[in-house]
């Protein structure tokens, strides 16, 4: 048997060129990463699937440098609204928090926004994708990984990442299982033009004759979805006359709506059993599937994408022992499974056709509406589970983690102020690598010379935060500190961040995620166990290459764009 012939030697293999393999290969190819996407469509796919970005997402995106250009197609702070088989409001969801830098939900056009993420690929010489090429088989040894095409050629890299969706390949040749349900229940998604309603916002109707969905989406599109009964038939439901009888509910002619396309699916709830094997990792719907209820299918691929990415580019460029690639399925999968369980319950609690239990979850939804505590638990989202890493890349002060550390868990990203910049958000001022920041401290006096030289060595940004009003002084009368960035509180968010807690200083990873926290005094300490704790190599070459191409905003005289919202 003739051995494939390899035709590129690669640093990372990326099998699946939908949103979650494309924010990867934008991660690993701002730094430096050489990627090839294998896609076995000839296009990306040119009609709407997910519905909603979530704030994390949208944060992922302005690591990325993409912002800008995803805005135009989001719909901001949309508000979906719970109703009963009358189509009046059981429970509201419009969460005005933006502690992330973004709205909590944002509607969005997904091709537009997955067209602009393909783009983004355009601004790396060392990042391409391969149309029309479908992945047969991937054998891995002790120095990489030997990925054969259909085509009988072959790719050698260090890794290779499935992002080929709930039917991945990936996973099947890692030989994983993929544990969970799938539900029996069928749905109707119509996705329609020219909006025949108009109105910004999205409905899901808990209507035990038939739970719909009405879903606003930008740009004139506007998704329905419906329940199809046990005894109605695949054909029925796809046949012409059935959909208009279905929309004649919301539209006064559904005869002259623009259909995009419509098509039946069923929800699955799934898991895989490993995250990692070897040199092969599994992202997004690879690595998981939920139902659609919360709009976290999307969003969820994204967390894995922005965890993977910068772990995943540290070991390549020699900046962090493979190690470190453990962390990320101890990391995602607790997450990730919160967010499946989540939205499976949700779907339980919308689909009761029988109208007595619909009836008695009318009645218990209203009653806990009359509790504040309650409404307000409900309407800003608080139920949504939040990243919060006890375990992997992170440094906790006590084991177990105390449950009011902040270890673990993404920081805030306020508007802020520097000394050459106003009303700029936190992220772009830090850049997309480390970070140290201080408060009412200067980070490199309180590191000291050995642990401030190696976390710059590793490309950090170091912060010293302040009261707005201590901004531009200066004990020596310096303008600009040397390497640190002095950033003012412009909105008291950060004031308020450490007014509640002991630890004033913070390592931040680059996912924004707090690796570690302690008192001033304690630093030096405290960098050296976290350095040891990430796998990162001590005094590895070339440490600027951590930072995204597009580096800290520190020279920006403008005010950034307010943001955008979010939906489901």
Not at 54 to 71: C, H, K, P, T, Y
Not at 391 to 413: E, R
Request: net charge neutral.
């Amino acid at each position: 048997m003739s051995l494939p012939v390899t035709t590129e030697q690669v640093d990372v293999v990326i099998v699946g060129a939908g949103p979650v393999g494309l924010t990867l290969a934008n991660i690993l190819g701002a730094q430096g990463v050489r990627t090839v996407i294998l896609e076995e469509r000839d296009a990306l796919i040119d009609y709407p699937r997910g519905v909603g970005l979530d704030d994390e997402s949208m944060r992922a995106f302005q690591s990325i440098g993409l912002i800008d250009a995803v805005l135009p197609h989001t719909v901001p702070n949309q508000i979906l609204r719970f109703t009963d088989s009358n189509r009046k409001l059981l429970v509201e969801m419009a969460p005005p928090d933006a502690r992330f830098g973004w709205p909590k939900r944002n509607g969005f056009v997904q091709p537009l926004v997955d067209a602009e993420l393909c783009r983004g690929l355009d601004r790396f010489d060392q990042v391409r994708v391969r149309w029309g090429s479908r992945m047969s088989a991937a054998a891995q040894d002790a120095d990489g990984v030997t990925v054969t095409l259909a085509d009988g050629t072959a790719l050698r890299a260090a890794y290779l990442v499935g992002c080929d969706g709930g039917r991945s390949t990936t996973r099947h040749l890692m030989g994983v299982s993929f544990e969970g349900t799938t539900s029996s229940t069928r749905w109707l998604v119509i996705d329609v033009a020219n909006d025949p309603l108009g109105h910004p916002n999205s409905e899901v109707g808990a209507d035990p004759d038939r739970p719909y969905a009405s879903i606003s989406i930008a740009h004139g599109i506007r998704r329905f979805e419906f329940m199809i009964h046990a005894d109605e038939t695949d054909e029925q439901a796809c046949d012409p006359a059935f959909v208009t009888r279905l929309l004649s509910t919301f539209v006064p002619h559904p005869d002259r709506v623009d259909i995009i396309r419509h098509r039946l699916y069923t929800h699955h709830s799934r898991i895989a059993g490993s995250f990692r094997h070897g040199r092969l990792l599994l992202a997004g719907d690879a690595a998981h599937l939920m139902p659609v209820w919360q709009g976290q299918g999307y969003n969820s691929g994204i967390r894995d994408a922005f965890n993977l990415g910068w772990k995943l580019a540290a070991v390549v460029n020699g900046r962090a022992e493979d190690r470190l690639l453990d962390s990320y399925d101890v990391e995602r999968r607790k997450h990730a499974r919160a967010m499946i369980d989540l939205s499976t319950m949700v779907g339980r609690v919308i689909s009761p056709t029988n109208r007595t239990v619909a009836r008695l979850r009318d009645g218990l939804i209203r009653a806990a509406a009359i509790l504040p505590a309650l409404r307000r638990y409900v309407l800003e989202m608080r139920f949504k589970p939040m990243p919060r890493y006890d375990a992997g890349a992170v440094l906790h002060n006590s084991n177990p983690p105390a449950p009011d550390s902040v270890v673990g868990t993404l920081f805030i990203q306020p508007t802020v102020d520097t000394r050459t910049a106003t009303g700029v958000r936190l992220d772009d001022v830090l850049g997309s690598g480390f970070a140290v920041l201080c408060w009412n401290n200067d980070p490199e006096s309180i590191l000291g010379p050995g642990e401030f030289a190696r976390w710059r060595a590793a490309g950090a940004t170091f912060a010293a935060l302040r009261p707005n009003t201590q901004l531009h002084w200066d004990p020596d009368g310096a303008v600009d500190p040397g390497e640190v960035i002095v950033i003012g509180d412009r909105t008291g968010a950060l004031k308020k961040f450490f007014d509640t807690r002991a630890e004033s200083v913070l390592f931040l990873r680059p996912d924004r995620c707090i690796a570690a926290a302690c008192i001033a005094q304690l630093a030096p300490e405290h960098s050296a166990r976290l350095f040891a704790t990430l796998a990162l190599i001590d005094g590895a070459e070339g440490g600027d290459r951590i930072a995204a191409p597009t580096r800290p905003v520190r020279n920006v005289a403008q005010p950034a764009a307010e943001p955008a919202g979010p939906v489901g």
